[in-house]
Structures are given as structure tokens and as C-alpha cells.
């Protein structure tokens, strides 16, 4: 049974490791883009969205060995509402979109 136990700990650990990766992924994406974009996509200001990846982080650095504790899953749906809403809104203001530079005339390609 002790098995068991290391195998659950070690995919523990990995889930941790990678959650907190992300975070750090959307607090670095979010301190590298241009304050002005936030406002031009509709979004809250830069300074929100630093206060709230920068938390998230803590709290996934924090949480790293324990990474189903209810404060760690808040702070995976903070980081996740970044990159999946905010980040391609303002990376299409910015003229960074992906979905745009393959267009061709009738559409995507």
C-alpha cells in the first residue's frame, strides 16, 4: 500500500509544479503588456489584473505541495480567467492576435 501513497504524492507534487507555472505564465504575461491595452480591450486596468495574477501566484507558491486546498483552486480560476479572457483580448488591441494575422480574403485559411 505504501505505493500508493508516493505515486499520490508524486502526482500531487506535479499538479502543484504545473499550476504554479501557469501563474507564473499569466502574472509575467500580464507585467509584460502595455497598460494603455487593458483600457482599449474592455477590460479592468493593468494594476487589477497585477494585484490579482501576483496573488494567485503567492498563493500557488504558497500551496505548491497541497494543490487541491480550496484557496489554491481559487487562485487557478483567477490565473485561468487571465490567460483564456483577458490575455487574447488585449493580445488582439495590442495586434499580437493569432486568429487575425492568417486571415485571407474570404476568411481563415
Known amino acids: 500500500m505504501p505505493a500508493i501513497y508516493e505515486a499520490q504524492n508524486l502526482l500531487q507534487v506535479v499538479v502543484g509544479v504545473a499550476v504554479f507555472g501557469m501563474?507564473?505564465?499569466?502574472?509575467i504575461d500580464c507585467a509584460r503588456t502595455r497598460a494603455d491595452a487593458f483600457a482599449a480591450?474592455?477590460?479592468r486596468t493593468k494594476q487589477f489584473w497585477l494585484l490579482l495574477t501576483g496573488g494567485a501566484?503567492?498563493?500557488g507558491f504558497i500551496f505548491m505541495f497541497s494543490p487541491f486546498s480550496i484557496f489554491n483552486v481559487i487562485a487557478v480560476v483567477a490565473a485561468a480567467v487571465y490567460l483564456a479572457d483577458v490575455r487574447p483580448a488585449v493580445k488582439s488591441v495590442q495586434g499580437h492576435g493569432g486568429s487575425s494575422s492568417h486571415m485571407g480574403p474570404y476568411g481563415p485559411w
Open 57 to 59: 501566484a503567492l498563493i
Open 41 to 43: 480591450a474592455g477590460k
Open 23 to 27: 501563474m507564473l505564465w499569466a502574472l
